[in-house]
């Protein structure tokens, strides 16, 4: 009988996202009876904590790889003064470099000095693995901090425009993995226009969706008539962090021209973030109360997209939007900007409709689908025979893995 490989996974933390439920479904479809999975979270946190297979060991935290992502002033006050110490010198030397760049393109860069510099007081996990996966960058962790025969690195964004990264230092960290995988053929496309010479170790595979999973959480209704009422306006919905690759500034601003032009809409945005007080600032100033709606964070969205009559990105950036599976899975119309990994998601015309990137293009492709009923159900009908099953994807992963 063949003994079990052993296998490590790493992830920030298990909050509401997009590249944490592709984890999630990754680790659902796993096959156990082959491997044995350790799951090492530095931060015990998030929504899907709880959707974490039984058959996965999730590691204990360790203190020191707590310290990401929270302020800086309650790490010092807990003893980790060296690791505060690196993260003031991480933004200070990431604003430096990154003057004029919206957060997006800041945020990587500030977060790959801040693993150069942590990394000496950094411990090492003790156990020897076949094989090692960071789900989300920087991967010095796995590089510099696991014993493992087989190092895989992934990428969930449109790396050449937003990344935005110290190429040195991506370079060295991408050079030491032994593969590099990307959720999609536009992200790759994107990750080897910046290094072209590792595309030897480049795959595509794509984020693992469980069809079931989606269309039974769907069913849950929770009274969400409540929030979103059936008062015969046209229905929109949108899921995301609030940030500026989710374009929901562009949103409000083509919500009020929609408005102004006799339209009957009520957009529905769930989702939280750094930049939600910006929107709630847009949305006073343009008077959008009433047809501008934030939900907030909601661990089951399904439902939300399932009440509304299309579902809209509004994207600058995206690599592989989880969400807009999510939404064709559930026979959603659905609208999405011509962000540059747009036509990995959408075939247009067929299974979604692509629009320009700006509010004129939002507004266009809105008041179409508003207007058009037949094709908002030739959309939906296309969806439905998709069906979208992209179980194959594990074999990619089972192939790495041997």
């Known amino acids: 009988m063949n003994q079990k490989k052993k296998v490590l996974i790493c992830m920030y933390s298990l909050h509401i996202g997009g590249a944490e439920r592709s984890l999630i479904g990754l680790l659902e479809r796993f096959d156990y009876e082959k491997f ?15 959707n974490i297979p039984k058959e996965v060991t999730l590691l204990p935290p360790v203190k020191q790889y707590t310290t990401f ?56 996990l003790k156990q020897k693995y076949d094989i090692a996966l960071s789900f989300l960058g920087p991967h010095d962790f796995i590089i510099e901090k696991v014993n493992a025969n ?7 964004t449109d790396y050449h425009t937003i990344i935005n990264p110290d190429k040195k230092l991506d370079r060295k960290m991408w050079g030491k993995l032994d593969y590099i995988v990307n959720v999609s053929e536009e992200c790759s496309n994107s990750f080897l226009k910046v290094f072209p010479d590792l595309k030897h170790k480049s795959i595509v595979v794509e984020n693992i969706i469980s069809s079931t999973f989606v269309e039974e959480q769907a069913k849950i209704n929770n009274n969400i008539e409540r929030e979103i009422p059936n008062n015969g306006a046209f229905k929109i919905c949108s899921v995301g962090r609030f940030s500026n690759a989710k374009g929901f500034d562009l949103a409000v601003l083509a919500c009020k021209e929609l408005i102004e032009l006799g339209y009957d ?11 939600e007080e910006i929107i709630k600032r847009l949305i006073d100033e343009y008077k959008m109360n009433e047809n501008f709606i934030i939900l907030g964070k909601k661990v089951n969205p399904y439902p939300y997209i399932k009440s509304c009559d299309i579902y809209c990105q509004p994207s600058r950036y ?18 999405i900007t011509n962000y540059p990994t747009a036509k ?4 247009h015309m067929f299974d979604g409709y692509i629009c320009e990137l700006s509010v004129e293009g939002i507004v266009e492709g809105v008041s179409t689908l508003y207007n058009d009923e037949e094709l908002r159900n030739h959309l939906a009908k296309n969806c439905d025979s998709e069906r979208y099953s992209n179980k194959n994807e594990l074999e990619k992963i089972y192939g790495i893995l041997g």
């Open 36 to 50: 044995d999975v350790d799951l090492f979270l530095y931060r015990h946190e998030g929504e899907f904590l709880e």
């Open 69 to 124: 992502e929270r302020p800086v002033k309650t790490i010092m006050k807990e003893g980790h003064f060296y690791l505060g110490c690196a993260r003031v010198l991480a933004k200070l030397k990431a604003n430096y470099k990154n003057r004029g760049l919206v957060k997006e393109q800041r945020t990587y860069k500030q977060m790959q000095y801040t693993w150069q510099f942590s990394i000496p007081k950094l411990p090492r």
């Open 150 to 156: 087989t190092k895989i690195g992934w990428v969930h």
């Open 265 to 275: 809409i009520k957009w529905y945005i769930v989702g939280y973030g750094a930049e």
């Open 318 to 335: 995206e690599g592989k939007a989880v969400t807009v599976r999510e939404a064709q899975i559930l026979m959603k119309p659905v609208l």
């Open 344 to 347: 990995s998601q959408v075939k």
